[in-house]
């Protein structure tokens, strides 16, 4: 069963940084993508970054030049570095694996930005 765990979430003040980390209970080579979602409150979950199998990024245009996204397939670990946070940032943060028929999240943990 494949689990996922986020952490590194907490409170911030804008202009400063998180680095949030997702450890898979799986190897995370075999998916297609890693990626980090959010959700804030009143508004649909949204794609933050992902990192597709070969390596190729994609980013909201939002967080392009503020966050970076990598994995480590020897550590099963995805990471998010959060950097310049904005207090529009704030949400709920999850992580999500897409394999070739499934989808898998993690239970997600919370940014707070406060300006």
């Known amino acids: 069963q494949v689990q996922l765990v986020e952490s590194g979430g907490g409170l911030v003040q804008a202009g400063g940084s998180l680095r949030l980390s997702c450890a898979a209970s799986?190897?995370?080579?075999?998916?297609?993508?890693m990626g980090w979602y959010r959700q804030a409150p009143g508004k649909e979950r949204e794609l933050v970054a992902a990192?597709?199998?070969?390596?190729?990024?994609n980013y909201a245009d939002s967080v392009k030049g503020r966050f970076t996204i990598s994995r480590d397939n020897a550590k099963n670990t995805v990471l998010l570095q959060m950097n310049s946070l904005k207090s529009e940032d704030t949400a709920v943060y999850y992580c999500?694996?897409?394999?070739?028929?499934?989808?898998?999240w993690g239970q997600g943990t919370q940014v707070t930005v406060s300006s």
């Open positions: 999500n694996a897409k394999g070739t028929y499934d989808d898998y």
């Open positions: 799986v190897t995370i080579s075999t998916f297609n993508a």
């Open positions: 990192v597709l199998r070969f390596g190729t990024r």
